[in-house]
C-alpha cells in the first residue's frame, strides 16, 4: 500500500513559479514509477509528467514540456515538481500518483495510487 499526500499548490501570478511536493508512504515506494497528472474544472484529467523508480528516465506532457520539471529523493520518499513560467492555463487540481510500472506511465489508468490534490491557480 502507498499513501500520497500532495502540497505547495497556491495562488500565482502569470509567469510565476511554484514547487509541488508529494509525501509517499509505504516501503514500495522506491520500486514504483511516479507521476504528476492535473484536472481543470469541465475538463478531463491530463498527464502532466511521470518518473522512473530511479529517477533517470523522465517524460512531460506536450503543454508543459519545458516549463515544468519533475524529480525524486527516494531517500525521502518524496516526488517534486517544479512549475516554471507559469500560465492561466496551468489552472487545474494537481495529483500525484505512484505506477508499479517502474519507468512511469502516461496514461492514468496505469496508476495504482492517487494523492488528493493541491489546487494550482494562476492569476492573469
Known amino acids: 500500500q502507498v499513501q500520497l499526500v500532495e502540497s505547495g499548490g497556491g495562488l500565482v501570478q502569470a509567469g510565476g513559479s511554484l514547487r509541488l511536493s508529494c509525501a509517499a508512504s509505504g516501503r514500495i515506494f522506491g520500486s514504483y514509477g511516479m507521476g504528476w497528472f492535473r484536472q481543470a474544472p469541465g475538463k478531463e484529467r491530463e498527464f502532466v509528467a511521470t518518473i522512473s523508480w530511479s529517477g533517470g528516465h523522465t517524460r512531460y506532457g506536450d503543454s508543459v514540456e519545458g516549463r515544468f520539471t519533475i524529480s525524486r529523493d527516494n531517500a525521502k520518499n518524496a516526488i517534486y515538481l517544479q512549475l516554471n513560467t507559469l500560465r492561466p492555463d496551468d489552472t487545474a487540481v494537481y495529483y500525484c500518483?505512484?505506477?508499479?510500472?517502474?519507468?512511469?506511465?502516461?496514461?492514468?489508468?496505469?496508476?495504482?495510487?492517487w494523492g488528493q490534490g493541491t489546487q494550482v491557480t494562476v492569476s492573469s
Open positions: 500518483a505512484a505506477t508499479s510500472r517502474p519507468y512511469g506511465a502516461s496514461i492514468g489508468s496505469d496508476y495504482d495510487y
